[in-house]
Nanobody, 124 residues
């Protein structure tokens, strides 16, 4: 089993930055692709970014391209989401997820393991 715990969320003014971390416990996720998702109140969950198990491939939602960067450190069993130039519309609960399945077409939907989420609030 893989347990995922997100951290790094909080309140930030528009234009600011936050770095989210997703730490794995139990089984290492070095062989898993990882994704970041978010869900705002009243809206459906949407994918933000994903990264392959080796870190060689990444994808981003159009809404965050050029502002967010996903990365991973398999030695530390951690995946990151660097969020820059934050906007109020980025406000949401952010979740990380892991999956050992094959690399699928964009956007991915199903992931095997999920964290409990961390709140990101961007004020105007």
């Amino acid at each position: 089993q893989v347990q995922l715990v997100e951290s790094g969320g909080g309140l930030v003014q528009a234009g600011g930055s936050l770095r989210l971390s997703c730490a794995g416990s139990g089984r290492t996720f070095s062989g898993y692709s990882m994704g970041w998702f978010r869900q705002a109140p009243g809206k459906e969950r949407e994918v933000v970014a994903r990264i392959s198990w080796s870190g060689g491939s990444t994808n981003y939602a159009d809404s965050v391209k050029g502002r967010f960067i996903i990365s991973r450190d398999n030695a530390k069993n951690t995946v990151y989401l660097q969020m820059n130039s934050l906007k109020p519309e980025d406000t949401a609960v952010y979740y990380c997820a892991a999956d050992k399945g094959r690399w699928t077409a964009w956007p991915p939907i199903e992931y095997e393991y999920w964290g409990q989420g961390t709140q990101v609030t961007v004020s105007s």
